[in-house]
């Protein structure tokens, strides 16, 4: 049986110079990793089977994210689990387009993750100097700056036995690092509440990108934070703010 091309996938393959060849041979892989692009908040992004496909649901953390240094003129930021560095380099634009200064980090466990962030980096600013892109395991490896106004991510979290449930889009094309977020969904990120509790400045703030099955105690035992659970345009729990305890 033949696959069904959607309107926006015809679209994308066609903008990219696959209209129109056969295509057979990709089965269901997904048309980000056919044609080695990504659209994500207006900006086109490399992609390869080393990271993930940036989803529309992550772009709603952009506005949250915004909202929570909105009053503030300089921002530095940590993204861990870059990936692409799709999330990272959008929030970094929409801020410059604010005139607010601001340095980042992007981290990524994977090397060749942090490669296509590299990349997406030199293509869509140049290089910018005030971001920097690391190989690190949560955040082992860095070191500076001391502190952030904010750190996020989206880290794995979908329960290991929901895995195998994936769309077959998913399942057989992503990197599994990149989606199994252990028993619960939860070892990544409660490793990063703890790694940046002391790494967030004391008006700061984390926010990750969580299972529509998490909710607030799921994370009280670490009780550094004060939580908050906002929901995606769906009502499904999407995002967790972790804001310091005093």
Excluded at 19 to 24: W, Y
Excluded at 182 to 202: A, C, I
Excluded at 207 to 227: G, K, N, T
């Amino acid at each position: 049986m033949s696959r069904k091309w959607s309107v926006y996938e015809q679209n994308q393959l066609i903008k990219y110079g696959f209209g129109g060849k056969d295509l057979s041979r990709f089965g269901e892989m997904p048309v980000e990793y056919i044609t080695g692009h990504c659209d994500f908040d207006g900006l086109d992004f490399l992609v390869n089977r080393d990271v993930l496909i940036p989803r529309v649901e992550s772009a709603q953390m952009l506005p949250l994210l915004e909202k929570l240094v909105f009053d503030r003129s300089k921002v530095d930021f940590a993204e861990i689990g870059a990936g692409s560095g799709a999330i990272g380099i959008a929030f970094f634009v929409r801020l410059k387009k604010k005139s607010k200064t601001v340095a980042a980090v992007l981290a990524d466990i994977s090397p060749e993750a942090a490669m296509v962030a590299e990349k997406n980096l030199k293509r869509l600013l140049g290089g910018e100097s005030k971001i920097q892109v690391l190989v690190s395991d949560v955040m082992n490896k860095i070191t500076f700056p001391a502190s952030f106004d904010l750190i996020f991510a989206n880290l794995p979290y979908i329960p290991t036995s929901r895995v195998p449930r994936l769309p077959e889009s998913v399942i057989d094309y992503e990197p599994r690092l990149a989606l199994d977020g252990g028993p619960e969904g939860l070892t990544l990120l409660k490793r990063l509440l703890v790694e940046g509790k002391d790494r967030l400045k004391s008006d700061g703030a984390m926010v990750l990108e969580i299972d529509y099955s998490h909710d607030i105690p799921d994370f009280v035992d670490i009780a550094e934070y004060q939580y908050e659970i906002v929901k995606d345009e769906f009502g499904q729990n999407r995002f967790l703010v972790a804001r310091k305890r005093f």
